[in-house]
């Protein structure tokens, strides 16, 4: 008679782990301007209203959340990999394997570029670069790895260089989508609609109402995106 409860217990260890292998793995990558602000718990909501909110695991080494952010919506998944001051250029060539490989993402959202453009000068072409070896290396991980790739938001000053890569990526994103890996553009740049009224004193980074602008143009791209690898 006593093997009833352990029989039951195993099954239930079962069921939780094959729960948490279907989840889809979603790695949101980025700079600070995905570390720092308030877009995440944001998009968090929407993946909840959609119904998604138990079918989607977060993944990656940071969990950081600003206290600015406020209290998270429920269920709230703090996993990212987003990491203030790097450059897509320098993720492309040192860390982005690892990190697929690592957490094998499902869907892969990133916004790149900003400090290759303030920081390291480089140019359009660099960038853009970057962003294939970072596409790459997540197919490599994963060959059918839903991407959706962000237009940069811009800064206060000039943005010649982020407004040519911004324009460049449509074409980009087109030349380089697959059936199996489709590539998914949210446009979070000026052109869309971002305003300096939406950037920090700093200039840099999204206030409140960037953060909500993000939240708009990112979160019906990945519910699309997840849903796309949930059919899998």
């Not at 793995?25 to 909840?48: A, F, H, N, Y």
């Not at 979070?188 to 980074?205: I, K, P, Q, Y």
Request: aromatic residues 6%.
């Amino acid at each position: 008679m006593q093997i009833f409860p352990l029989a039951t217990l195993a099954v239930s260890l079962l069921a939780a782990t094959a729960s948490a292998q279907s989840k889809v793995k979603v790695m949101l990558l980025g700079d600070s301007i995905t570390e720092i602000s308030c877009w995440r718990p944001k998009v968090w909501s929407q993946l909840s209203s959609a119904g998604l909110g138990n079918s989607v695991d977060l993944v990656g080494s940071m969990t950081s959340l600003q206290g600015k952010c406020g209290n998270p919506p429920a269920g709230f998944d703090r996993n990212h990999e987003g990491h203030s001051g790097w450059q897509a250029y320098d993720i492309a060539r040192s860390n982005i394997a690892s990190w697929v490989n690592t957490y094998k993402p499902d869907v892969l959202q990133f916004m790149l570029g900003t400090n290759d453009v303030n920081i390291g000068k480089r140019n359009v072409q660099t960038i853009l670069d970057s962003y294939t070896t970072i596409v790459n290396a997540a197919r490599s991980a994963n060959p059918k790895v839903k991407i959706v790739i962000d237009k940069m938001i811009p800064t206060r000053w000039s943005d010649a260089t982020i407004e040519s890569v911004n324009s460049a990526i449509p074409n980009w994103a087109s030349q380089r989508s697959t059936s199996a890996s489709p590539i998914t553009v949210a446009d979070c740049s000026r052109a869309a609609g971002f305003t300096n009224n939406m950037l920090e004193s700093d200039g840099v980074h999204p206030n409140g109402q960037g953060d909500d602008f993000i939240a708009k143009q990112i979160g019906p791209k990945l519910i699309q995106a997840i849903n796309a690898a949930r059919t899998l």
